[in-house]
Each structure stands twice: as structure tokens, then as C-alpha cells.
């Protein structure tokens, strides 16, 4: 982190075209081809019901002031996802119906936040995607400049601006600019084996059998009792 | 608290339309009009998706015993909403659906646990408001008296017997009897202020400027990387 | 638990009509009824607005590992539901949609576990009953092999091969095998109990009287203030 | 809670010598003296191995703003304890060796914080007692007046000004003003009886005997197996 | 669990010699020993400082009431640990001082509690080993039977009576009794492969190779940064 | 975070003398002179009563392996802390006594993880320090190559290999290699200022007074009640 407060801007973003593409498939796919990384832990989904990808635009705000929301916006671009890191644990309502409206109207696909949304029914009934440590109304101040575009923690994972996020309701998975391109690949071809095992399952095969693993398990049956 | 159980009666609401009106707002604006005061924290709605606003009748209860909600019940005059405190951390299901089928007949708006709530598909069913700690059918002995209407806490917050109570799917707030008036007058305004501006964002403008925060992050900009 | 890992094959399971019978049965009636005992604590519904009942057949993992949840698949019934304990805590998610369509298609009614789902959204979209203690695409290795149906921790309660399980939104309720029977005679009196005096509830009646609490609170009432 | 921020003067205390004499006993023989109840929850030495007792002077700061603890001291007599609300959750550092250094020479017992604590190593060098809901250097504003000598949400327990408050390593106990002495009379005679059957125990006597226990128990023997 | 209360007599416990060997161990090393099993969760020391080791004498409680610790001690050998488990969450005190005076008169080694212990600073006075899940004065009723010397589930680990259980700064292992001498074998022989590496550690040798792991990291180095 | 396992070798370090001048002051001064920023949340001392400072290594296991805290050692340097991340939340208690002989030996200062040390009482009697956010003997497998001097999230804090980190009982603070002089020269001074102004408040000055705050609440008093 910068020791003073910065706004970095022309930051390079993943492909966008790849971003999408991750969307694709759900956040335990990816993570899992992601050699079971970048999973972000505690940070559910506020909306639900939908899944969201695209480029990270971050923020770190001190806790329980949301300027650098307001900051990172005039940065996002049509197809961003905007994640909020905070510099100690915040309970704070940081992101509601109105920055959501904002958010909407400048294209941000979702908003990723380590602290809390707020106005959970309308952004319900707004459908737009929001990913929180939790739900509360807790008010913010405005005082205290912070970072734009710097890596932030969020969840226990870092993001660095331009990295591909992909969030449902599993949770959220960042995946670095530059390893996107080759995690696309791995996913889709993870999705094709599973979509082709799916019916064998369905057909009431075991996954011991499917997944090779009773090798593991041979030899350790016992008489009931 | 009084140091021996006890039931007052007589108790002096907040005005019913003052109530009533409160509960066009959310819980956020009320919450910021109040001074960034009166919000519980850690208390979920288990209906979801209603908001429900009244005058507080409270109760006391020794934990794992749900005796004076029964109690409280009898002293609850259509419109008010029931604030169930503990005398220690509870997770018990201290209110299932008989007892909502109970205050919905005596015209209670909702129930607010600092404990549990029990029977949570059957209430969600009957959409009877609720808002608790948790979900939880964990079972109660009905064996010491305690409290009703004196200042409890829940959630953090104190309630006192006749404030105003507003909840939704951000939790709940609650606002003293006789601040509620002033309360509503804030709110509304604050509540035309957000309606004026909000197709100002859904336009494109930058709460950046809308909200006047630009000189706080002015001079931050620097090239990117 | 055996010192060695084993499966315990040709278990004795409670009576399958008992099991169904009690699903009737919401898990808070069953939780009364079996003397406030039972109740897992912590364990929440994935999928939700379902419930489900079964006799249990159980596994028990190395934390972050799932082996055996696809070994204990292959000694599952129609009419079972798996329950799967940890040995340490985790918050992997150890049972996803491909584990659920094999679990469908074996006829297990559900699956509870004590760690986390993934996929929550195909669950709730196949509408496979999952309940665990929270979700996350967390990713989970397969080299560690464990037990089957030898009796497990899950959720604070003690479940053991053949005994009945029932989950709702509330939670998950384990009731003993050679128990189920005299529990759902209790559950069905419960009920029974509930559904005549629910009407005079609705009617306005207190609880209050009808539980016979009145004289508990006797002589508490104090004039307002 | 008053609408504007007021620092009330001029508060009426609970006796002191009462006060110094609840202190001889434990938080435990308080909170059983007093039905049961008064006892904060979550609040955990930072000190250790001290008791204190005292009359509160209260406090309730806006989350992450420490003005009103500077605020407080000033109205702080000897003798007092000084309990400090905040009006949403906190992890902040809210006081520490400086401020203690402040406090000890005002002659103030002990302050109890619904917060962090930080200087934790400078605060055990100085054996200033302190309590609070966790250890943290996390840092605070002062921008934001708030509310000094109002009663107060303090681990789920209201503290009014000059209520007395005692605490020892199992926490922290609050009795209301007006009961302290009643309350003295209670735990000195529920001392003596403990310190009567403390030699029966220590010969070897059963708490079942001792405590009239054994018709509650009657007739559960099984042999062993 | 048995559908109705009981009183278990004439245990069988592992052998005490057995017992008092393992004492010889950390917990970390018996664990280890056990194929990384046996280790509850959540379960901190309260007196601290202490290594105890015994066999197994069990109670289940409901929450919040403490007959079936009074019930248990009755059946308590010189050389006992007695394990104390709950129906529900519950934070309550429900052994200090008192009953410590009581289980030392009659030998037991050492009280491990699924709840709060009280009097924290008499029972570290005392020296009366203690491991609960939190510290706290909460006080308990005496009006539920429940059971003594049942299977019970305690830190997510099920203790059977006649176990034995060893604690430690580290925490609480129960190892079952029919596996006792077993494990002391490998704890032992783990122990001494431990101090015969322990000079090589300390004369500067790696783990990465004492422990053969240079395989597993080979090839990863880069050039630094 | 790269995509595949690597260690990076020559990491450029902060200046140890500054790192050790940093040493001289507490956590919450460094966090205060660094803007607050910089704390990790939640790590607490394991071995306690220490202070320590030093430069960064750091390493990111695979959560419940922990194979890359033995690959790290081998880079560690005399006046390095070892600072340990995890890809997943993790209560494994990943660092012992063994380990900590050979990191003494190695000259590390200090070890901080993002998961659970074991061994607690011996590494309180070997006095060396270790911070973790618990303490558990639960054991780890070796298996899963990871990383080595790659930045990492601890706390909620990113910490870079050559960054300075100082850790006493209030917990951890990390300080960016590049900024660790400037904050020395903050921290001084604030610390200068501090013990010239301890004597007043000794004294019995206010800090309403010696902080300036008094027209922050200027106008709040009321007559008492």
C-alpha cells in the first residue's frame, strides 16, 4: 500500500472477452482450475440467484468511511466489478441503492465488498449484483481520502486492479490479469468432463468408480453390526 | 432493571401515525436520520422481505425461557411490534408459529428477538415478521417470571416501551417515543433528497459530485501501471 | 471411532415407514417431543423451503478431504440420508451438484453436513436437499481414507448408522433408531395438541391461559409510567 | 438516548462504601445474588488477575471516535468506574496506556469498553484494570461529540450512571444504584454459606447432598456396561 | 443418547497406568499419534499451564443447568477427568470454585466442559485443571435430569466414558479406551524420534531435509526480485 | 499470485537497523505514524509478553500444509520474521516446537500465521515468539507444494517479503520495505511526544485539554438528574 493516499488510473484490465467467458462457469469450477486457489472466504452474496464476472476496479477505505467508493466509480468501466477492501473490520453499510443506481448506470457489473451493503431490498428488486461480508444499514462517514486501484485484501484474497472476478452464490474467485487467459481453458475443459460424466451419475454409476478412487477406500469393509 | 419480575402496565406509545408513516422508509434512512444512531446489530429478518413498523412493547426473559412473551402478549394493542430480550446469550427458539398465530390475532406488527426463532418455513409461510439472532428450534422451559415493559437491550440498542420500531430486510432500528416525531420530518426530507437525485445517477452523474466529495480526493490521481 | 479406517457394511436401520411418518413432523415438533434433545446446533439449510426425513448413514472425513462421502454413496438406500462429520473443523465444500445428481439418482433424501456445500445454486435449482454449517466453493484432495457408518459428531449431536434424521428451515434433528417409534407417537400427540388449540389462538385467546402460565406471572403488574 | 449529544453533570452515585464492599466478592456471587442477572457478556479481561468495583460514569461514542472517553474523565470522580457504549460494533482501540495514565491519576477504578482495548503490555505493567470485548491497537478519530452519562448498551447489559459495577477475571457485573445495597446484603450471605460447606466439600462431602440434589436424580442408575 | 435420563454405574476405563503414561505427552503428539484424530475444537485452557490425564467419566446437561456435573462426581474415581457436554449451545459458568473443591477432594484430575467455566481466578488459584469453551459467571438452574457415563459429543469429538483424555495448554484429546495402549506406544515412539532431531534442529539443520520434503519443492526456485 | 508454486530467492530487504529501531516502539504507535494503517486483524500472541520486529519472508500453504513453512526457513535470514498465509481459512496448527528450535537456530525473530500454532506451552517456555489467530494442536499433512516470498494476505493485511513487521501483545503491523524509514521518523516523534505529555496527564491534566478537544464538545452540559 502507498504510504499516501493515491488514485492510480490507466490501469490494464484482463481481456474482456475472457472475463466474460470465466462467467461461464460457476466460482467452484474456476477456483478448482485454479489449482484450488483464489477463493474469497466469508464474502456472501447480498442479491442472489445471479452470477456476475468482469475486471476489477479496487478501493481501500478506512473503515467506516466509503469516499473511495465514491472515488472508484469515475473509474469503472463498462464491464468492471468494483472491490472494496477496508483498513480494519467494518460492519458498515458501505454500498447502497443509490451508489447501485450509479453503479448501473456506468456499466459496473457487481460490487465486491469486505464490509457490508446496505438497502438489501431494493438492490434485491433492482437485481444488481452485491457480495458482502454482511447486510447492515450501519452509516458511513465521508472525511478520509484512501487508495484507488492499489491491490487490496478482500476475503483473505488479494486482487490486484485488472484481475477477472467471478462471483454466484458460492461465493467470489479472483483469477490474476494474466493467468485468465489459461484458467478459461482449464475451466472449460474441466465443465466438458463434468457435463460428460453428469449423465453416468445420473444413471446411477458411483463416483468411487467414476473417480477412480476405490483403489483408496479397497479393503476397508467390515461386517455390519 | 427493576430487581424483582415485574409487568407495567399503562405505558405511554409513541403516536400511531407517526408510527405508521416511519415505516414508508427504510431502516437505512431512518438509521441516518437518527444521527447515525438506533440500529441493532446482529439481528436478521426471518420473514424477509416485508418491512414492519410500531411502538415497542418490551419484555425481559431469563435465557432458555420463554415465559414472558406470553405475558408481554397480553399487554400488546394492535400496532406494536414485541422487543424480546435476554438476561444471557440465547440461541434459543424462544417464538414459533402458534405464537405468531397468537400476536398476528392480537394485531402485533412484527416480533424482534435478541434469541431465536423457531417454525421459520411455517412463519415465512403465514409471512409473519420476524426478526432474530437466529433460526434455531432449540426448546424452552416455561419456569421463571421476568420483565415487561422496561428498557431492554437487543441487538445492541436500548428500547425503551413505546418507541418507535422500524424493520427490514437491513435489520432493525429503533427511535425514541418522543424523538419520533422529529425523526420522520428528517427522514422524509432526507428520503425527497435521495428521490431527486436518484435519476441524476441513473444518468451517469458521479455521486462524486452529486454528494460534493471531490475536493477530499482532489490532487490523488496518478499515472497508472 | 476404530482406530483404523473401516466400513461398516449391513448396518440395521430404523424403521423406514417411522422415518418417512416423522417427516410429517416440522424438526421443532420432533425436538419437543424427543425432550428438547437431538437438535443439531449451527447447521443451516442450503437449499431451503424443503424438508426431508430419513435413516442415516454416516462418514467420517479428514477436514478438507471428501473420500469418503463417495464411499458411504455406495452403501446408501433409497430412503437414507447421508450425514457427514469432519474431524477437525472445515469450511470446505465438500459436496456439490455432481455429488448430488449421483445421490439423487441413489435415492438418498438428503445430505447434512458438518462443513460446507458448494454449488449452492444448481442445488437449489435440482432442489436436492443439501443443509450445512455454511457454503463455499472451497476445493477439497482425495488421498485420506476414513470411516463409514460408525457413529459421528455433527452439528454438537451424536449421529449414529440407522437412526433417523429430519431437517426443515429450522435446522436438522437426529432421533435414536431404537427411539423413532415411541418419538413419533409423542410428535403426532404434539401435533395434534397444536393444530386444535392453533384455532383459538387465531381466535385471540392468550397463550397465556392456554398454557397455563397465568399464575407464574401473578401479581407482577405494576401501574405504568 | 437523547437526540443531540449532552454530557449529563451532577449524576447521583450509588454509595460508595457499598460500592468498595461488593467488591470483596467474586462477579459470580453478584450475578447469583442479583436473581441471575447484571452480567455482561463478552467482555474479557485485558488486565487480569484483578477484581475492581466501582460507580459508573458512562459514555457512548460514535464506532471508531474515542471524544467522549476525553470527555467523560472530566466528570470521572475517585472511586468511579468508567463504562464506555459505542452506537455500532466496534474493534477499535479505544484506550489505552496514555489515557489509562489520565484515568489512574483521576482516581478512576477501572474502565470497561464494548470495544478493543490497545497497549495491552503497557496496560498489565501498570496494573491499571481494564475489560473490554477484544485486544486491539486498531486507531480512533475525534470528530464526533457524542454522549456522556447516559445509560448505555455494555455486553447486552444497560449501565446507568452511578450504578455500581464489579469485575474480576469471569467479567464483568453491573447492579443497578438504588439495589446496591440490597444486593450487598445478598452476596455477603451467599459468601459465608459458601465459605460454611467449602470445608464439608473439601472432606469429601457430595454437592448432591450438600445441595439437596438427590431426589432429582433418583432412580436413573442403570448398571454399568 | 438413551430416550430417558440415566445413571450409568460400573464403567470400564482404560488402564490407569495406561492413562497416566499418555500424561507424559503433549496433546499435539497424541494427536499425531492418532492418525491426527481425537482432538476437540473450541476448548481452551482455564487454568492454564497445566498438562492433565485421566479416564473418562461423561455427564450431559441440559443448557443451562449443572445437575448431572453434582450427579457425576458421585461416580468419579481418584484418576477421572470428567467431560461434561450439553444439549445446546450454552455459555454458562457451570463449574467454579466450589465443585473444584469438591472433584479435587475426590481425585478427579481435571474438568473439561462443552459450556463456560466461572471463578476463573480462584480455579487458577486452586491449580484445579480446567478446559471449557469460554470464561463466565452465567449461573445455572438444578431442575433437569439428564445423563451420566453416555457417549457424549464435546469440542466436536465423542468421548465415551472409560476413554482416556489428555489436556493441555494446546488443548483436548480424548483417545479411546480400547486404543489407549496403542497410541501410548507411537506417542512414545514419536516422542523420542522428536528429541533425537530436536540438537539437529538446533545445530541449524532443516526441517527440509531431516523431514525429507526437498523432493516435494524441488525445481520452484526463481531468481528473487 | 503466481499461477504455478514457486520460491523467490533474493528478496531485497528493509534496512534491519531500521527494523529493529522500529522494534523500540508498540504496534499501536507504528499503526498510529503509519496513517493507521498496516494492523493485522484477529492474530493474537501465542507466546505473549514479547515485542519483536524484523524483515518479512514470507510463504502461502495450502490450507492444513505446511510444507512451504519448511521450504521458508531455508530463506530465512538472522533478523527475518516469518510471516505465513494460507489459500483457505485453516485452524491447523501449522507450527510447533520442533519448528520453532530450528527458527531460533536459523536466527528467525519471529513467526506469524494466518492459522493456529501448536505446542503453546512449549513455546512459551522456549520464549519464542509466535502470533497466530489460535491455538490448536490439529495436525497437517505435507503434500501440497505452495509459495515462497510472494505477497501475501495475514490478517487482512498484504505483506510483502522484505517489509517490515513488529508484533507485541496488542498484535501485528506490517510497514511497506520502501516506506519502513519514514515511519521510524513518525513513530519517534509520536512517541517523543507521548512521554512528554505522560507526566501532565500523571499530573492530572485533562487530555480534553492536552489534545485540543474541548470545543469538539464545548455547549453538551446539562444539570444532572
Redesign the interface.
Same mark, same amino acid.
Given at each position: 500500500?502507498?504510504?499516501r493516499?493515491?488514485?492510480? $488510473?490507466?490501469?490494464?484490465r484482463a481481456d474482456s472477452t475472457v472475463a466474460a467467458e470465466l462467467g461461464r462457469f460457476?466460482?467452484?469450477t474456476i477456483?478448482?482450475a485454479? @489449482?484450488?486457489?483464489?477463493?474469497m472466504?466469508?464474502i456472501?452474496p447480498v442479491t442472489g440467484?445471479v $452470477?456476475a464476472s468482469g475486471t476489477a476496479v479496487t478501493c481501500l477505505n478506512? =473503515?467506516?468511511d466509503n469516499?473511495?467508493i465514491? =472515488?472508484a466509480?469515475?473509474h469503472c468501466h463498462p464491464g468492471d466489478i468494483l472491490v472494496v477492501g477496508v483498513?480494519?473490520?467494518s460492519?458498515?453499510?458501505m454500498f447502497?441503492d443509490?451508489?447501485a $443506481?450509479?453503479a448501473?448506470?456506468?456499466g459496473v457489473r457487481a460490487v465486491i465488498l469486505?464490509a457490508a451493503a446496505?438497502?438489501?431490498?431494493?438492490l434485491?428488486a433492482m437485481r444488481f449484483p452485491v457480495w458482502a461480508r454482511e447486510?447492515?444499514?450501519?452509516?458511513t462517514l465521508?472525511?478520509s481520502?484512501g487508495w484507488?486501484?492499489i491491490?487490496?485484501?478482500c476475503g483473505?484474497?488479494?486482487v490486484s486492479p485488472g484481475d477477472v472476478v467471478v462471483a454466484?452464490?458460492? @461465493?467470489v474467485?479472483a483469477v =490474476?490479469r494474466d493467468?485468465a487467459e489459461?484458467?478459461l481453458g482449464r475451466a472449460a475443459a474441466r465443465d466438458a468432463h463434468?457435463e460428460e460424466?453428469?449423465p453416468r451419475? =445420473?444413471?446411477?454409476?458411483?463416483?468411487?468408480d467414476l473417480?477412480g478412487?476405490r483403489p483408496?477406500?479397497a479393503g476397508?469393509?467390515? @461386517? @455390519?453390526?
Open positions: 500500500m502507498p504510504l493516499p493515491e488514485i492510480i $488510473t490507466g490501469i490494464k460457476g466460482v467452484a477456483h478448482e485454479y @489449482g484450488r486457489t483464489g477463493l472466504h466469508g456472501r440467484g $452470477t478506512y =473503515a467506516g469516499t473511495m465514491h =472515488a466509480l469515475e483498513t480494519a473490520p460492519s458498515h453499510g447502497g443509490l451508489l $443506481t450509479s448501473h448506470a456506468l469486505e446496505r438497502d438489501a431490498r431494493a434485491r447486510i447492515s444499514a450501519s452509516g465521508k472525511v481520502p484507488v486501484n491491490p487490496v485484501s483473505g484474497v488479494i454466484d452464490d458460492d @461465493g474467485v =490474476a493467468d489459461e484458467i463434468e460424466v453428469r451419475f =445420473a444413471a446411477g454409476e458411483l463416483s468411487l473417480g478412487l483408496l477406500v476397508l469393509e467390515q @461386517g @455390519g453390526k
